[in-house]
């Protein structure tokens, strides 16, 4: 089965697309993109390259996808994006590939949605099953681990971290990482306690959920410093995966984590010991 392209769209002869690829009408598929099988691109959609997308993606109308950095110090030199299989790009999504000071590339994994008018910036690097919600903006030298979700016209600050099954509540402020398993919420964001509604969504059993908040509550509630909470969440709970991988992102932040809990922030938003 060959890929079908309307006839007003506009296609690269260096594209490829393979077997059941739909490119809808006025749509523009530039040079160096190669589109995996099944993939749907709609009305007036743009991709451009070096872009790879595995099997199955939509990319929904006006959607731009791949094109240059926003970033004053791109000069041009050949960098790429990379996408995985089945996520969804909605309407007005914007996609852009790395720079060469940041490694050069974008990566998006499988099973992402990116619903209306979302941003994903040069250099970020998005895991799984995540979600963002209409207007969500990643700036650069992002990463977003697996089944996060970035709420509603939110924005996380460059090189920041978004930790696994973190829930990041709308119109929030991200500039520093966010706790995996955790609501975080806020121009001045707040630790909101353990996602459990996602968490069970994603098949976490009661055990799991009671050992993650009697940890969460370690980590933000006992009036330990980060360093002596990690050190007693290691002695309690060595051998536990959530927790191990908990330790594993704290012990490893370049710009801090999100800690403040609701009403008792400083003025700078940390929160109080």
């Known amino acids: 089965m060959s890929a079908e392209i309307h006839n007003t769209a506009i296609v690269d002869p260096g594209a490829e697309l393979a077997a059941g690829v739909v490119v809808g009408p006025y749509a523009v598929i530039g040079p160096e993109v190669s589109l995996g099988a099944r993939t749907e691109i709609g009305a007036g959609a743009q991709i451009a390259g070096p872009t790879k997308m595995g099997v199955e993606n939509r990319v929904f109308s006006h959607a731009c996808i791949g094109f240059e950095p926003q970033d004053l110090k791109f000069q041009g030199e050949k960098t790429r994006l990379e ?10 999504a ?3 590939r790395g720079t060469e000071a ?10 992402n949605l990116f619903m209306a008018y979302t941003h994903v910036a040069h250099d970020c690097h998005i895991g799984n099953r995540t979600i963002f919600s209409n207007g969500a903006t990643l700036a650069g030298h992002v990463l977003v681990e697996d089944d996060a979700v970035v709420g509603a016209y939110s924005g ?14 709308g119109y929030s402020v991200i500039s520093q990482d966010a706790l995996p398993f955790i609501k975080t919420v806020g121009y001045k964001p707040a630790c909101y306690g353990v996602n459990s509604i996602g968490l069970r969504r994603k098949g976490f059993d009661n055990q799991t959920l ?18 002596q909470a990690l050190d007693r969440l290691r002695e309690e709970f060595s051998g536990t995966p959530e927790i191990d991988y908990l330790i594993a992102f704290v012990s490893t932040t370049q710009r801090g984590i999100i800690k403040s809990l609701p009403g008792r922030r400083t003025s700078r938003g940390a929160a109080t010991e």
């Open 156 to 169: 996380v600050h460059q090189f920041c971290r978004v930790g696994r099954h973190a829930y990041i509540g």
């Open 210 to 227: 009671k050992t993650l908040d009697r940890a969460v509550r370690v980590l933000l509630r006992s009036g330990l410093n980060t360093t």
């Open 94 to 96: 914007t996609v852009h």
């Open 102 to 111: 940041g490694g050069g590339y974008t990566s998006i994994g499988s099973d």
């Open 83 to 92: 996408i995985g299989d089945r996520n969804q790009f909605r309407e007005f």
